[in-house]
C-alpha cells in the first residue's frame, strides 16, 4: 500500500518567514495531493490540493509543488502569520483508494 | 463550499455504554464517507469506509462489532461506540466527498470521546 513520509515533524519560524513543509510517497499511481490544516480540537481543514497532472498550484499565500519523477510534494507558505500555527497534513491516494496521510507538521509562528 | 456536520462535539460516558457519533454533508450528497481515529499528537488512522445502503468497509484491525457504523441515507452516517471502555477514548473525525472518489475531500469538526 501507500506510504507518506512527511518531514518535518515541527518547523518554527518568525512571522513573515517563509515556511516549507515536505512529504514523500511511495505508490507511483497516486494521483491526488491534499494538504490539510488542522488546528487544536477540530476537524482538518483542506488548505489546497494537486492532481498529479499538475506541477504546482499557488492560492495566495500557499503553494503546493510536485514531483512526480522523485514521488515528492511540498507545502510552501509565503509571509507567516501567528494564525498559520497548525497541525500540517499531507495526504496521498490513487483511483479509489482511500487517503494516506503523513504524520503531520506542527508548525509554530513566533510574532 | 461543502460542509460535513458532525455531532456531538465532545460527549462523556461511563464505561460499558454506548455512543452515537453523527456526520451529515450539509449541502452535497455524499454516497461514500470515511471515520477516521485521532490520538493524540497522532496523524488520522482510517477506521472504516461507509456505504450508503450497504455494510461499511472496516480497516484490519478494527473490530466491526464495537464500533457500529450505519449510513442510511446519502447526507447521514453515524458511528455508534458500543461497550465503550477507556481504550476507546479518542478523537473522532469523519469526512465525506461531493465529488469524485477521491477529491475535494471535506471532514467534520471531530468529536472529543471521553470514557470514564
Known amino acids: 500500500g501507500e506510504n507518506v513520509e512527511q518531514h518535518p515533524s515541527t518547523l518554527s519560524v518568525q512571522e513573515g518567514d517563509s515556511a516549507v513543509i515536505k512529504c514523500t510517497y511511495s505508490?507511483?499511481?497516486?494521483?491526488?495531493f491534499p494538504w490539510y490544516k488542522q488546528e487544536l480540537g477540530k476537524g482538518p481543514q483542506l488548505i489546497i490540493d494537486?492532481?498529479?497532472?499538475?506541477g504546482e498550484k499557488k492560492d495566495q499565500r500557499i503553494a503546493v509543488t510536485l514531483n512526480k519523477t522523485a514521488k515528492h510534494f511540498s507545502l510552501h507558505i509565503t509571509e507567516t502569520q501567528p494564525e498559520d500555527s497548525a497541525v500540517y497534513f499531507c495526504a496521498a491516494a490513487s483511483g479509489y483508494s482511500t487517503l494516506t496521510f503523513g504524520k503531520g507538521t506542527m508548525l509554530l509562528v513566533s510574532p | 463550499g461543502a460542509v460535513v456536520s458532525q455531532h456531538p462535539s465532545r460527549v462523556i460516558c461511563k464505561s460499558g455504554t454506548s455512543v452515537k457519533i453523527e456526520c451529515r454533508s450539509l449541502d452535497f450528497q455524499a454516497t461514500t464517507m470515511f471515520w477516521y481515529r485521532q490520538f493524540p499528537k497522532k496523524s488520522l488512522m482510517l477506521m472504516a469506509t461507509?456505504?450508503?445502503?450497504?455494510?461499511?468497509?472496516?480497516e484490519q484491525g478494527v473490530e466491526k462489532d464495537k464500533f457500529l457504523i450505519n449510513h442510511a441515507s446519502l447526507t447521514l452516517s453515524t458511528l455508534t461506540v458500543t461497550s465503550a471502555h477507556p481504550e476507546d477514548s479518542s478523537f473522532y473525525i469523519c469526512s465525506a466527498s461531493p465529488q469524485a472518489f477521491n477529491y475535494g475531500y471535506t471532514f467534520g469538526s471531530g468529536t472529543r470521546l471521553t470514557v470514564v
Open positions: 505508490d507511483s499511481a497516486s494521483n491526488y
Open positions: 461507509s456505504n450508503e445502503g450497504s455494510k461499511a468497509t472496516y
Open positions: 494537486i492532481r498529479s497532472n499538475v
